[in-house]
C-alpha cells in the first residue's frame, strides 16, 4: 500500500479512527458518519480484518476493536510522527525483495524527497557487497528513505553516518553501550544491532537520489548461530513498540538531514567520538588490502589508516576488521 498523509483519508482509516475511540459501534452509525452504505461498511471492516485487525461483529450490536496487529501501517505511524518532510509519504509491504530495491524504484518514477519504504520482512534484505540482511518478520525495522539532497557526488558519503547517527542517538539515550563501525554498522555491547546501506544515483556529477536503507533489530530473541548481532530487546530486556522506535528515528533523520545540508564536520565529529575503529589495529580487505591503524575519519567520510610504512591511507570503501583476535570488538 502507499500512502500519502496530505491525501483525504479513505474509508477504512476512517472506520479505523471510529473503531479506536474504544466503544461498541453500529454498522449503522457508521454509515451514517461516512455517508456510504452498511454494506460498504461491512466490507471495510473485512480489509481491516485481512490486515490483521480484530473486530468482532455482533449482530444489533454492531462493532468492536479488540486488538491492533503490530504491523507498521501509515495510519498507525501518521498519529505518532513529528516530522515535516521524512515518512509523509509511505510505501508499506508486509514481504519485499529489499526495501532498498523498491525505493530505488520508486525514486526512478520520481517519487518525492522523504518517501518511506517499509516492510515488515525482506525475502533478500542486503547488506554491502551483496551479504544478507536477516529480516525476521515484525522483528526489526527495515526502511529504506528517498533523500534528494543538492550536492555533488563527491559530498554523498557523509549520508551514510546520517543513518548511523540516528541510531546511535537512539540507543545512547536508552544508556547503551554503542560504538559505530565505520562506515555503516551500528554495535551495541560489542553485537552487531543496526546497518546502514547507502545506494544513489547520480546526474552527470551531481547526486540525483539516495536511498538511506537501515536494518534496526528491535524484539528478536536469537539470531542464526553465524551472526554476532543483537536486538534492542536482547539489551534491555524489553519488548519494544516498533512503531516509537520508528517515529523516533525519522525526527532524528530529519534533524540530522537538516543539518548536513549546511555542514558535515558535526556528524564526523560524533562518528569519530563513538567509532568502533579508531585507535586500534585494523585489517583492509575486499579491494584494498592493508594493515595499519585506524587514526581518523576525514572530513569527507574517509577512514584514515596508518599504515605499517607510515604513510597516511584513505580508504573510501571496503572491509575493516580490528586485528585483535581476529575479532570485532568494542572494549
Ligand atoms: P563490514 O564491517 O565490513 O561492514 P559486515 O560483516 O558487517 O562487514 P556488512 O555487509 O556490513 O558486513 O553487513 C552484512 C553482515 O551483517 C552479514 O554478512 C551478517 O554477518 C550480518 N547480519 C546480517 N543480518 C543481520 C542482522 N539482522 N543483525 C546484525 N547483523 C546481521
Ligand atoms: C550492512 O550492515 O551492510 C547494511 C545492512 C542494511 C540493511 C537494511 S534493511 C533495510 C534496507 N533494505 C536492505 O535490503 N538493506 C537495508
Request: net charge positive; charged share 25%; aromatic share 8%.
Amino acid at each position: 500500500m502507499f500512502y500519502c498523509r496530505a491525501n483525504t483519508k479513505d474509508n477504512k482509516q476512517r472506520i479505523l479512527e471510529i473503531l479506536k475511540q474504544g466503544e461498541l459501534v453500529s454498522g449503522e452509525a457508521i454509515s451514517k458518519e461516512l455517508g456510504i452504505s452498511r454494506n460498504a461498511v461491512w466490507k471495510q471492516v473485512q480489509n481491516l480484518k485481512d490486515l490483521g485487525y480484530e473486530i468482532s461483529a455482533e449482530t444489533k450490536l454492531g462493532y468492536l476493536l479488540t486488538s491492533v496487529p503490530d504491523f507498521l501501517y501509515p495510519f498507525e505511524i501518521w498519529p505518532h510522527l513529528k516530522t515535516k518532510k521524512l515518512g509523509q509519504a509511505i510505501y508499506w509491504d508486509y514481504e519485499l525483495t529489499s526495501t532498498n530495491d523498491k525505493a530505488r524504484e520508486l525514486a526512478r518514477q520520481n517519487a518525492l524527497e522523504g518517501t518511506l519504504v517499509l516492510a515488515e520482512t525482506q525475502s533478500k534484505g542486503k547488506g554491502r557487497r551483496g551479504r544478507n540482511w536477516e529480516s525476521a518478520p515484525a522483528q526489526g525495522i527495515y526502511m529504506s528513505l528517498i533523500l534528494r539532497p543538492v550536492a555533488p557526488l563527491a559530498k554523498a558519503s557523509p549520508y551514510t553516518f546520517l543513518g548511523a547517527y540516528a541510531v546511535l542517538r537512539f540507543c545512547l539515550l536508552r544508556g547503551l553501550l554503542t560504538k559505530v563501525k565505520w562506515p555503516n554498522d551500528i554495535y551495541v555491547n560489542g553485537k552487531k544491532i543496526s546497518g546502514v546501506l547507502l545506494e544513489l544515483s547520480a546526474t552527470g556529477q551531481d547526486i540525483s537520489y539516495l536511498v538511506l536503507g537501515i536494518g534496526l533489530n528491535v524484539n528478536q530473541r536469537s539470531f542464526p548461530v553465524d551472526i554476532c548481532a543483537t536486538s534492542l530487546f536482547l539489551e534491555t530486556d524489553k519488548t519494544c513498540s516498533r512503531n516509537a522506535v520508528l517515529t523516533e528515528l525519522l525526527l532524528y533523520l530529519e534533524e540530522g538531514y537538516k543539518r548536513l545540508s549546511q555542514d558535515t564536520t558535526w556528524l564526523i565529529e560524533l562518528m569519530k567520538e563513538h567509532s568502533l575503529l579508531l585507535g586500534k589495529e585494523v585489517v583492509v580487505s575486499g579491494g584494498l588490502e592493508l594493515e595499519g591503524v585506524a587514526e581518523d575519519i576525514a572530513s569527507d567520510g574517509a577512514l584514515l589508516i596508518r599504515a605499517k610504512d607510515n604513510e597516511l591511507v584513505k580508504v573510501y570503501a571496503g572491509d575493516v576488521s580490528v586485528r585483535e583476535k581476529n575479532k570485532v570488538s568494542n572494549k
